[in-house]
């Protein structure tokens, strides 16, 4: 007959188990979806998939306080930050399949494996036991043992960090500034270069009379042409194809197609 | 209940993958977040490791991982981008000034 207590802690670790193996699963196929993508925005889901992934663990493993901050620092800020680089560079930037080195990837796959089973062959030989019982420092007294360790053993690592920190927004507000050349344009320059520039009003924009007003959909001119001003370039450069646009109302700009469902 | 092994395994697999992501990719930005990936790898190991030995050194470890890769990603993201101000591209094949 088993103890009621052992029961729940194996029903608990069974829990594990399976939650290990179906996130294991997820993270490796998410990974490797992330070399073979070839739109960088789509690596960047799969990393963030990825992230939280090891967010799981972390808490899975007794360690919610890095779980809370893997989120945090890592979902949260430089994935963002990764984003709001993609915008500034350009979401175009899809990945060129031309070799630059002849035969790179294969070697880079046989390099990859090589690593892999060396790896693995490590992992398996070393003796690594079962995990020490979890006491209360991985648990509700996580935070505060970690923050004994950082601010007695590692209280100098950790000084040394702010240096780092403050040295790297310095050195990005540096790298990323602009020297203005040019005056920067008045309101009245602004306003001047429009009228000069012989189209006063806004461009059109995309969908006007058309059948529906998603941003690919030209807008339609009173002959029924389409007007090439009302879809942004991007697009274009993007690959999208932009659709031919039909009138929203067939009758009336092509007389020949006959609407039956009028009668 | 999980062994710690399984853990440090997937951290070497996850670490591979992302080598290779490196190696292979050419643009910028997924190699940058290649090295991201290898680096929450070791993330994973080093928690593992902390849960083996049953103290929160690893996990400190781990931290001072974290901060110094967010340092890492801006610096490097600030050169991208002044790249790509400089090159209009963000290939890594097409930074080679200093090659010839």
Known sequence: MTHPMLLASSAASNTEVVTFWVLAIVAVGAALGMILTRRAVHCAILLAVVMLILAAMYAMQGAPFLAFVQVIVYTGAVLMLFLFVMMIVGITAADSIIETIRGQRLWAGLAGIALLVLLILVVGHAT????????????????????KLVFTTYVFPFEVTSALLITAALGAMVLAHRERTSPRPTQRMLSRRRVASGRPTPLPGPGTYAQHNA??????????????LSVSGVLAARGVEVTAAKPAIEGEIAPDDESKDEQ | MISPANYVALAAILFVIGGVGVLVRRNAIV??????LMLNAVNLAFIAFARLHGNLNGQVIAFFVMVVAAAEVVVGLAILTSIFRARRSASVDDANLLKY
């Open chain 1, 215 to 228: 941003v690919d959909m030209p807008a339609l001119l009173p002959d029924g042409t389409q007007s090439r």
């Open chain 1, 128 to 147: 690594i036991g079962q995990a020490a019982p979890s006491g209360l420092r991985n648990g509700a007294q996580n935070v505060q043992g970690l923050a």
């Open chain 2, 31 to 36: 190699v940058f977040m290649c090295v991201e």
